[in-house]
């Protein structure tokens, strides 16, 4: 997936995979893997960079996404991260005002880090068009639903 949609939206990205060899139940991985895609699909279009946009600020051209597996215990903890760009808190502030879930003024009040948190409402999409891979506002929420 990650090859076929790097392909299709002209980025190189390499996925690594860490941690492979944690035992998980079968159950739980089925349960994992919407919320794994849509992590995957938010790092390819949201997070990794064109490799001109890579390039111009000093990065690699090729992105690159991480899954870590740790086994704590009687724990699994999955971790997905990109060297992206990052979520870009203005955009999100933006959102959150054209989705009315605060006024202009509240949402410029936020910290970086609150606004950020707003990733997870229903809906909220830093998105200016609908795409197969995002804009239809399914947003974070899914991934929260499932922790």
Known sequence: MVRDLSRDMNKQIILEIVGASVEI?????????????????NSID???ETPQS??????????????SVVQRGSEIV?????DGQGIDANRVRQS??????????AAEALSDEEARTYIFYSGLSTST???TL????????????RR
């Open 129 to 131: 068009s609908v795409t």
């Open 54 to 67: 890579r390039v111009e600020s000093g990065k690699s051209p090729t992105g690159r996404i991480e899954i």
């Open 78 to 82: 999955i971790y997905v991260k990109d």
């Open 46 to 48: 949201h997070g990794i």
């Open 134 to 145: 995002s804009g239809r506002g399914m947003g974070m929420d899914i991934v929260r639903d």
């Open 25 to 41: 139940d079968k159950a739980v991985l089925d349960a994992l893997k919407d919320p794994l895609i849509h992590l995957l699909r």
């Open 96 to 105: 959150i005002v054209r989705n009315k879930l605060l006024d202009e003024s």
